[in-house]
């Protein structure tokens, strides 16, 4: 089995430092009101560990045509159209209005290669905060949030909705299947989902839009760059890689058992080269992201598990948010 591929540890983790396996409904529902400090339509270059220092390509909200009127003292000279001026026979300008509903699709990786952690929550469960943060910041700017949920038991798909209509149930499903969800099971971990998935996002998502991919980008190759590429050639796009400390650098554990799916195999974490090969496995794939997320201006943002998920937004779009008042005293008192 090659290092990169998604493993699970039958070694037991200590309590205090055991990952969270689960996500509930309560939880998710709960990130509702930790959802600001943030935009995934940032004015300011997005920065990443990942993709280097270069600008985000999001573009915000597009502007919708609304109608052509006679240019008037104080409008701006770059709206004039001057086919129309010419064909009138005096200035006229485009008029735009703001488009308010934009369509967001989160497609939200659930397989098995997400069901791995180390510290504080697995991949899978990242990835659930993630994507209920990201459903109630978009709706709370008024746009439209639906989503894809993958997993190598079920794919729900969600259509974009206004308001927070679609909200209840992309966290409903995420939850059912982050909580079906099992290691040392009869399954196998299945690459072509993550392709899959992205096939169903075109459909989805024709347009103007935003994806969103939440996901740990198992199974990705030269077709997912092929199916990138034709969605962001006419929407945004904007990849959350979810990953574990443990991936980018395999501690002396002694020997372990390591299982995928009904096979196992013990090995000797103790040995160097075996710990240098896991490590560049990982450096590879982050690698061959980084150099396509450069190539198309697609930010990326790296969500580790081992850190909560709405500070390590806001530090990657936003701002932290000012304690209140209450959270002051508490802090004084």
């Not at 459909?203 to 997912?224: K, Y």
């Not at 598990?305 to 209140?324: W, Y």
Request: aromatic share 6%.
């Amino acid at each position: 089995m090659a290092m990169d591929e998604p493993k699970r540890w039958q070694r037991k983790a200590p309590s205090d430092g055991a990952a969270r396996a689960y996500v509930t409904l309560d939880a998710l529902q709960r990130l509702r009101h930790r959802a600001r400090g943030f935009s995934f339509l940032p004015r300011q270059p997005v920065h990443s560990i990942l993709t280097g220092r270069h600008a985000s390509r999001l573009r915000g909200r597009g502007l919708n045509f609304e109608e052509l009127r006679r240019y008037v003292e104080g409008d701006d000279i770059r709206t004039i159209d001057w086919p129309a001026t010419a064909r009138l026979g005096s200035p006229y300008v485009r008029v735009y209005t703001e488009e308010r509903d934009r369509s967001v699709l989160l497609l939200v990786d659930q397989r098995l290669s997400m069901f791995f952690g180390s510290r504080r929550a697995m991949k899978s469960v990242a990835a659930a905060e993630v994507a209920a943060l990201s459903a109630w910041r978009v709706t709370s700017l008024g746009d439209r949030v639906g989503a894809i949920v993958f997993s190598e038991s079920e794919v729900t798909e969600i259509r974009p909705q206004a308001r927070s209509g679609a909200v209840p149930r992309i966290l409903e499903t995420v939850v059912r299947q982050n909580r079906a969800l099992r290691a040392g099971g009869e399954t196998l971990a299945d690459p072509v989902l993550f392709n899959d998935a992205l096939r169903r996002a075109i459909r989805l998502l024709p347009h103007d839009g935003l994806l969103c991919l939440i996901t740990d980008s198992f199974g990705a190759d030269d077709e997912t760059v092929r199916l990138v590429t034709r969605i962001a050639a006419h929407n945004d796009v904007l990849t959350v890689f979810i990953h574990d400390p443990m991936e980018a650098a395999l501690p002396d554990m002694g020997r372990v058992v390591v299982a995928e799916g009904p096979g196992q195999i013990e090995v000797d974490t103790a040995a160097r080269g075996l710990r240098d090969r896991f490590a560049a496995g990982f450096a590879e794939r982050r690698a061959r992201i980084a150099g396509f997320a450069r190539d198309h201006a697609i930010p990326v943002l790296p969500i580790a598990t081992d850190h909560d998920v709405v500070d390590q937004l806001r530090d990657l779009l936003g701002h932290r948010v000012a304690p209140s008042v209450a959270e002051r005293r508490g802090a004084r008192g």
